[in-house]
């Protein structure tokens, strides 16, 4: 699309009317889909209608479809479920039913219909759109005016918390039900280590095991049961040695994960009582099962799921705006953290590739891999000739302890000897080093911090004492997990090669930061959990002001120069502006923010949000912008600052980034046995060029050598020079009905779905 006409696309919907509405089981971040497609739609010149009560609403018509306005939708973007409702609806499944729900929107002039629900609620709009030509000319003969409405353009949007749809990264609502699930087993945790229990926890998927799956590989459970994957015969010895073994090498806990639709390999279906019944007959162990139920479907969303469902609805809106009558019904999904628009029917035939009826993606296929490879692995018996440093280097980010976790548990699986290294390069050349044994890190997936601890010195200044450490402790390969000061100092090592045959050894960098400004990769470890501590902050700021009287208030959040942190939970918590290095502001544009929100305190709303990064301007600081608003806004609101500081680095890691840290620390070790492997001649070592940042770019885990990355890094600001996120920003500012230019605007690609031929080898 051309920016002309991206340009125009905000006066094509005048006269158009759009209606939204939610169906079948509710996921969090509905509400802020809901925003969304409101809002766009508004702010594209277009009537937006909620239907309540989903396609009951629909049916019975009525004061079930209400004109919407901005103010309709606000403060429900942190809300759980869904505020216009969702109920089953038999009706609709008749034609009878069809043809009232037609009427109704006829009546409204609604020709755009955005569906978010689950694959059986888009399946039924799709048969409501094919049906829709045939059911107006039934309307005609009772009501010429159907006769303008000859056609029905549908969106759908992916609500499920099982993330069970297929051609789409994730649905809505799975991250944060992710986020119930490892609340609830970390506070199990600590009960089942003080008591020496065995916990069974039974999990949501009848048909999709993927939230049993990443929370089994998030928090590292011994045993795990998904339908995908029935156990081979003798599965209750094997989970029964393996507990057992455990319980001898140290561990005062047991955790087994059982998706609610789990069968044997005979069909038969395997209960979370059976599995707790058979520990207690075997072992004798103290077992309870906790069901976790409807739980993983409550609380307030994620910071995914919330940036996720902004995304979905804008560009669903925009969807809907260009469709003609020949465009096929289609649905926005996520590949790589870019909305994607799918042919709908395409997707729905897919997600029954099994015969359980699941949807088993390459990512549920890649956890399901990796999660094997920790759970079976041991430490190996034959010792290879190589040894392993891992050290943390910068900041501390939530996320480094479950990488550090997986890397040493699968180097000594390898056979080699592993080093931690304490406080980073300087730890490093100090001589700080301690070899790690396999239960040396258990329990860290859900650690925060680092456990390692870490510096921010880089090892320019102690490059000679790093080389005698490595040359002492005969280190083969290095992995550091890190910031920027990571990545540099990795870098500074690689450019002493021709000084030192001692650093000619293979260097990885997982990037863990939680201003995630690493170049190489689109997301560092921590990152999210930090703009979920953040989000959460604002939340309980935004709360504070319900009983206040027109108040705005000035947040800071961390980054460095980076913008990240506070673009994205500025989306998260629905923020009136966002302040940024990257996208420079002047004093007129200061005024212009000003004016919006004395134009919005004006009307029922009484709270302001605006955020500010850190080093967003040399000379607007935090203090100067509160001193501005505080004036320019007197006598219609005041004005608070809070800065968030150091609360965005702490707390336990969120699901994501144990689990992408899990991934991390296996694919580094992979990569850094292949390169010694390979590169060991004659009783050495003769790599040259092996220096590399481990890194997620759209939707493939590549390694980036060192000297590649640094044309494309600002080191003056620390950070990459072109930044995915930054196209983020357009949507922040049209949610916030800021007029901004749709030339910034980046529409979804058009992608269609392939099946994948998945072998699922489901022996342990």
Not at 144 to 160: D, E, P, Y
Not at 289 to 310: E, M
Not at 638 to 652: K, M, T, W, Y
Request: proline share 3%; net charge neutral; charged share 20%.
């Amino acid at each position: 699309m051309s920016s002309m006409d991206l340009e125009k696309l905000k006066m094509t919907g005048a006269g158009r009317a759009i209606a939204v509405l939610t169906s079948g089981g509710d996921a969090q971040g509905m509400n802020a889909a809901v925003r969304a497609v409101t809002r766009m739609g508004i702010y594209v010149g277009a009537k937006v209608y909620l239907i309540y009560e989903g396609y009951q609403g629909l049916v019975d018509g009525g004061d079930n479809i209400k004109l919407a306005h901005w103010h309709s939708v606000t403060n429900i973007i942190q809300q759980g479920g869904t505020v216009i409702g969702s109920a089953r609806c038999k009706a609709f499944t008749t034609r009878e039913g069809r043809l009232a729900a037609a009427f109704n929107l006829v009546k409204k002039g609604i020709t755009n219909l955005c569906v978010c629900g689950g694959d059986g609620s888009l399946t039924g709009a799709n048969l409501f759109r094919t049906e829709w030509s045939s059911l107006l000319e039934e309307l005609v003969q009772k009501d010429t005016m159907a006769k303008q409405h000859n056609h029905l353009n549908i969106v759908g949007l992916v609500g499920s918390i099982d993330n069970d749809f297929c051609g789409t990264d994730m649905t809505i609502g799975a991250d944060s039900a992710l986020h119930r699930i490892m609340e609830i087993i970390d506070a199990i945790m600590t009960t089942a280590q003080s008591h020496q229990r065995t916990f069974v926890l039974e999990v949501m998927g009848r048909h999709c095991g993927y939230l049993a799956l990443v929370s089994a590989l998030a928090s590292g459970a011994d045993w795990l049961f998904i339908p995908e994957a029935p156990p081979q015969e003798g599965w209750e010895d094997r989970m029964c040695a393996r507990l057992e073994g455990s319980r001898i090498k140290g561990s005062r806990l047991n955790i087994i994960i059982v998706a609610e639709g789990a069968v044997d390999i005979h069909g038969k279906p395997i209960p979370s009582t059976y599995v707790k019944d058979l520990v207690v007959k075997r072992l004798g162990y103290d077992t309870r099962v906790t069901v976790l139920g409807h739980v993983q479907r409550g609380g307030t969303p994620s910071a995914f799921d919330r940036i996720l469902s902004s995304k979905l609805g804008v560009e669903a809106v925009i969807a809907l705006m260009e469709a003609s009558p020949t465009t096929p019904a289609c649905a926005i999904g996520l590949s790589g953290n870019h909305p994607v628009r799918l042919p709908l029917m395409e997707c729905v035939e897919m997600v029954s590739p099994l015969e359980s009826g699941g949807c088993y993606n390459y990512l549920s296929t890649n956890n399901w891999n990796i999660y094997k490879l920790l759970a079976i692995q041991k430490p190996s018996q034959s010792k290879s000739n190589f040894s392993l440093a891992i050290l943390n280097v910068g900041a501390p980010a939530a996320g480094m302890n479950a990488a550090a976790r997986s890397a040493v548990r699968l180097a000594l699986a390898h056979g080699h000897k592993v080093y931690a290294v304490q406080d980073g390069f300087q730890g490093l050349a100090k001589g700080e080093v301690f070899e790690m044994e396999w239960h040396s890190v258990a329990g860290w997936t859900g650690q925060g911090g680092s456990l390692l601890g870490t510096k921010r010195t880089l090892p320019n200044k102690h490059m000679e004492k790093i080389v005698e450490t490595i040359a002492k402790f005969n280190i083969s390969a290095l992995l550091v997990i890190g910031g920027f000061e990571g990545y540099e100092g990795v870098l500074q090592l690689f450019e002493a090669r021709s000084r030192y045959d001692e650093l000619c050894i293979p260097m990885c960098v997982i990037p863990a930061t939680i201003s995630n400004n690493v170049p190489g990769t689109d997301f560092s470890l921590g990152a999210d959990t930090a703009v979920n501590a953040a989000m959460e902050g604002c939340d309980k700021i935004k709360q504070s002001a319900t009983g206040t009287k027109r108040r705005v208030f000035v947040v800071e959040t961390m980054g460095g120069f980076c913008g990240y942190l506070a673009t994205c939970t500025g989306i998260a918590v629905g923020a009136d502006a966002a302040y940024i290095f990257e996208d420079p502001f002047n004093i007129h544009d200061l005024k212009t923010n000003v004016d919006h929100l004395t134009e919005k305190m004006k009307k029922d709303i009484q709270r302001g949000l605006v955020l500010r990064n850190e080093k967003c301007h040399e000379n607007y600081t935090t203090d100067f912008i509160h001193k501005l608003y505080s004036s320019e806004g007197k006598g219609v609101f005041d004005c608070r600052v809070n800065v968030l500081g150091h609360l965005q680095q702490g707390g336990a890691p969120s699901p994501f980034d144990r689990n992408f840290g899990t991934k991390l620390g296996v694919r580094a070790v992979q990569w850094i046995s292949e390169r010694l492997t390979e590169n060991f001649r004659q009783g050495r070592l003769t790599v040259k060029t092996h220096t590399c940042v481990l890194g997620l770019n759209r939707k493939v885990i590549a390694f980036s050598p060192v000297t590649d990355l640094k044309a494309e890094t600002d080191f003056e600001h620390r950070m990459p020079k072109v930044q995915w996120w930054f196209k983020l920003r357009p949507m922040l500012k049209m949610l916030a009905k800021y007029q901004t230019s749709f030339c910034e605007y980046v529409p979804g690609e058009i992608e269609h779905v392939t099946r994948r031929s998945i072998s699922i080898d489901s022996g342990f």
